[in-house]
């Protein structure tokens, strides 16, 4: 505990902390409207679809700027978008086996790339293999101050665009008939998530992104029957889980950041599904044990009145 506390009066330590707590606060945040619309496997085809992209922004630039790596992963994430639009509409494919085919055409063109420039001349300067599972240490202050930005312009667009993203989440068609531009937002939403890939995959990583996305917003849904409520504590589950992720890898160096955000984000899971209230397994073990004990005690006062009837 000292040990931590002494390593976070680091500068370059809050730093990481500052950016893993707003990653995980967008993410969980973006991830509550994916999760409503059933399209939680959205999030992991455009974490791996960006590895390309990344991979394409490195070898046409030979930088490591998260700009170009954001403007790289865009565009693949776009077109990842586009094709699993084509291939649903276009055949008889179903959304989650189209999403299942692109996850993986991207992913495996992503590791071939990255393949290729380990083996070039630059291969061992690039560190790019860091991305699949990420190396929040290695962030310098202005990929955090990026991070940073990136992600309070997430949550600023999401609160901006609340209700319109609330229609598209529950009832697309009512959201068409008032006139929103429902093609241009679900785009918009999947353009954003991209981003919210793209800022997160040097701190958790290509393999590992998705689950920040999901896993809070899944957390949050046992708590509350509100969307307001759940985007807020999906938003801080996910800080929450950034914030413990980072803090224990301050103890041990040799533990990675990102994985342990993501344990912290399941761990969070695993208390949600087990003591959150009305949902919670323990919650309704306590329910039935007193609806049993509520039913005894009636069917013994029925029977000692009958008893003192005959």
């Known amino acids: 505990m000292e040990q931590a506390i002494a390593l976070l009066q680091d500068p370059n330590v809050r730093w990481i902390v500052m950016a ?14 994916s999760y409503l619309r059933k399209q939680s496997l959205m999030g992991d085809a455009l974490a791996h679809a960006a590895l390309p992209g990344v991979c394409i922004a490195f070898m046409l630039t030979g930088s490591k700027s998260i700009l170009f790596f954001l403007i790289g992963a865009a565009v693949a994430g776009l077109i990842a978008t586009f094709g699993i639009g084509y291939i649903t509409r276009h055949s008889r494919i179903k959304q989650d086996a189209a999403l299942g085919i692109v996850l993986s055409v991207f992913f495996g063109l992503g590791i071939v790339l990255l393949t290729q420039i380990q083996h070039s001349d630059s291969g061992n300067q690039s560190g790019l293999d860091k991305f699949l599972f990420g190396q929040a240490a290695g962030m310098v202050r202005a990929d955090v101050l990026t991070m940073a930005i990136v992600s309070c312009v997430l949550v600023g667009v999401c609160a901006l665009l609340y209700k319109e993203f609330k229609l598209l989440s529950f009832d697309a068609g009512f959201a068409r008939g ?7 937002l679900d785009q918009l939403l999947m353009f954003l998530t991209v981003v919210a890939v793209v800022v997160g995959i040097q701190a958790v990583g290509v393999v590992l992104m998705a689950a920040m996305l999901i896993t809070p917003a899944v957390s949050a849904r046992y708590w509350t029957e509100r969307l ?7 938003g801080l589950f996910g800080g929450l889980s950034g914030l413990l992720g980072t803090w224990i890898s301050t103890v041990d160096e040799h533990l990675p950041t990102g994985p342990l955000s993501v344990l912290a984000a399941t761990t969070l899971f695993v208390a949600s599904v087990l003591f959150a209230p009305k949902r919670g397994v323990v919650s309704k073990l306590l329910l039935r044990a007193s609806v049993r004990r509520r039913a005894n005690a009636e069917y013994e006062a029925r029977s000692m009145e009958r008893r003192g009837t005959a």
């Open 20 to 33: 893993s707590v707003l990653l995980g606060l967008s993410s969980g945040v973006l991830g509550s409207f």
């Open 178 to 184: 008032i006139g929103l531009p429902v093609a241009f």
């Open 228 to 234: 307001g409520v759940m985007v807020t504590l999906a």
